[in-house]
Each structure stands twice: as structure tokens, then as C-alpha cells.
């Protein structure tokens, strides 16, 4: 009967509407308090324009990290008086408050002072400054604030606002426990996140050694005379006479991407993509992942070609934008695919390549070097498929391509274990942190 009958005292109203009071309605086995009785404005303010060739050091706030040192700016530069930021304070830009958006200064940023345009507080001695910063990152709490802002076109959270808010506020040792709970599991996320880069550059080093890799400098010491090999350039312009490195195994030999590819290579389809799951799902660049998987952001082509539908092991590589170079090896286990025009098939010969080993092979630093050095910057980056055509991979016999192929998949699973753990506890760390305190149990 609690539900359906609750008696509110409207002093305590933020918003005069049902709505947005029986939002900012809390459940928590902890005491629920104001806000007002825990914080407290800071307003502090500093006119770097007096100083005009002083330098001061100003902060930022993002969405991913919180506050950082943002610039150093000359006083002369600064034409208002900007507030102190001090150890503990809490800013947050009132026109975007959601969660990221705020920030907790701690001895990590050097810098101490912000733009007028943000609310700057502090907290009393009996509320844990880390702790409320966790407060705003929760799901709960962000709804109540969004319910809470104010204006019909830009939505504000001015301090006045923020302070007639509640929060769940356990004794301050519990509160200290909480914190550090959630720091040990993102500290678990951040070491993970360490040792998947360690294998990636054990899947370099591991590479490197099985191929008998060494890097040649086509050119001599003497700067003024260099004598390259001509037949070794893929292009004749003076950036590739002078920085021209090439790249030789002492074990096997170098081909060309045209030596073990059949038929010639395909653009993809010019089909409009939309958002919605058909039969058949339409691949494009940035559905790609670095690791050659893709991504969930699964979309559809207007229009079904079946010359364009891939076949097992059609090997795609990006020609252009941001992400040139990213490849993809096609495996039934994605179902029906077709794929978009700024990516080009290639139709492997299987008789002296093996699929997996290529996969792995151009998301080395082998290839990538070559991407690098051939990628055309002007307008948008790109290469053309008849320049991958030239592109050079060092190729061992077929069985040694699988062991090489079988040996980074084996450290690949590794990695995505690693990954999933990474992100697991990255999301338990504010997930059980709210359940904590949102919770009447």
C-alpha cells in the first residue's frame, strides 16, 4: 500500500510535477538525505586578464574521464574571471550534466582552474567527495537528475537544483568501502587491459622470430648519395627514394598480394545500408573491428545483389577513409553477408595461401608499414585495389602458414578472454556499486 499511498512534503519538490517527484523517489537500506546539508558552492574566482603574461593552467571536463588538464593560456587570452578548482572539488558543466560529465579534482590533475560556465562544489566532511563523484556516474541518479533539469530548449542543472536533490548516504566508513570496492575491480579492468597489450606484442615478437624477420635500409649513411633498388619500389616519387625500407625474411620468400589471389579484385556494393536485421547482413568499414570481427551494429542493404554476397574465406580489405588497411576474412559463421563499396574482395588461392595466416599477417606491423607508406593523403585516405595488388607478404609453405595461423589464434583466445573479463569487471565496478545503494536489501 506504500506504493499507491505516499504522503510528500512539497517543500521538498524540485519540479512541481508527479512525474519528475516520483523519480527522485529513493530506495535504500542507507539513510536518504539532501543534498544541501552535504555540499556547498564554491565560487572562488581568479582574473587571469590582470596578469596579462602569466601563464594559467585551465581544466577540462569529459565524458570518459572526468576532469583533466585541458591548456595553458596566457592571461592576456583570458578576457574573465575564471574559478579555483581545488583538490576534492567537484565541476560539472550545468547545460550537459549526464554521466562522465562530471568531474572530481584529485592530485592526478596538475592544473586549477575552470571557465566560469561550470558549477564548482565541495563536499562536507561527512560525505566522501569519490563517493558522490560515483553518485553521478549511477543510472539511478542520472535519471533523476535529467527529470530534474530545467528550460524547454536547453535543459540546466544549476547548483540551486542540484542541491534539493537526495542521495542514499551511508556512515562514512562504509562509504570509504564502497569507493574502494569499486576501484579494486577497475583496477582488475585496467591490469587485464595491460595484459592483452602485452600479447599483442607477444603476437608481434612471435611473428617476427617464425618469419626471420629483419628490417633493411635501402639507403646509405651518406644523406647526399643513396643508391636504392629500383625494382623494390612500389612507387617512384621522391618520398619513396628517400624513406624506403624494405622489409625481408631470411627464412622464406616475399610475394605480392596479386601471387595468391585468383581473378581480380571487387569493389564492394553502392547499396544504401539501413538499420534494421534481414537474412542477409550488409558489411561495412566501420562494422570491422580491429581484430577482424565484427561488431554488433548489425544493418541491412537496401537493395540484395547476389554478386556481392561473400563466399567462405573471401578476404576484404578497406580502400578508404580513416581505417584504410583494416581487413576482414569472411567465415560462415556470420551467416549471409554482402558487402559495401569502400571494401574490396579478394578471392584467395588456397593452394599456396592459408586464410587465417593472411588475416593475421596484415594486422601485423609487416603490413601495416607498407599501408603507411602507400596510403595517398590527399583529400581521403586511400589506396586502390591495384595497389594492394603490389602490396608484399611474406609467405612460408602452407603448413608453416598454419601453425603460424593456429599459434596467434591460440594467444588471440587468450587476448578475448582477457577482454571479456576486462569489460566485465569495468561494468560490475558501477553496477554493484548502485546495487549497493539503490537498494533497500
Sequence with gaps: MGVLLKFARFKDFVTWDVKSHLVSLIV??????????????ETTKIKPFEYPNDDFKILGVSNKVGLFDNEIKKGKDINQAYKVVKD???AYNPYRINVGSIGLKTKEQKYDLISPAYVVFSCKKELLPEYLFLIFKTKTFNKIINE?????????LSFDILEKLKIPLPPLDIQKKLVKNYHDKLNLSISQEKQIKEKDEEIEKYLYKELGIKIIDNKTDNEILSFIRFKDLDRWTVKDLLNTKQITSKLYNTLNLSNIIIGKPKYGSNSKGLKKVTDIRYIRITDINEDGTLNDEIVSSEKVESSYIL???????????????????????????MYAGYLIKFTLNKEVVFPLYLLYYTKSSLYKKWINSNLRIAGQPNINSQEYLNSPIILPPLEI?????????????????????????????????????FNET
Design 28 to 41: 535504500s537500506k542507507y539513510n536518504v538525505v539532501t543534498l544541501s546539508e552535504y555540499i556547498q558552492e
Design 88 to 90: 576534492c572539488f567537484l
Design 311 to 337: 563466399k567462405q574465406d573471401d578476404f576484404l580489405i578497406a580502400r578508404s577513409g580513416n581505417t584504410v588497411g583494416k581487413t576482414f576474412l569472411y567465415d560462415k559463421k556470420y551467416g549471409t553477408c
Design 148 to 156: 530534474s533539469t530545467k528550460g524547454s530548449v536547453r535543459q540546466i
Design 401 to 437: 602458414q598454419n601453425k603460424i595461423a593456429q599459434n596467434i589464434q591460440k594467444i588471440k583466445d587468450k587476448i578475448n578472454i582477457l577482454k571479456n573479463k576486462s569489460i566485465q569487471n569495468k561494468t560490475l565496478a558501477l553496477e554493484e556499486f548502485e546495487k549497493e545503494i
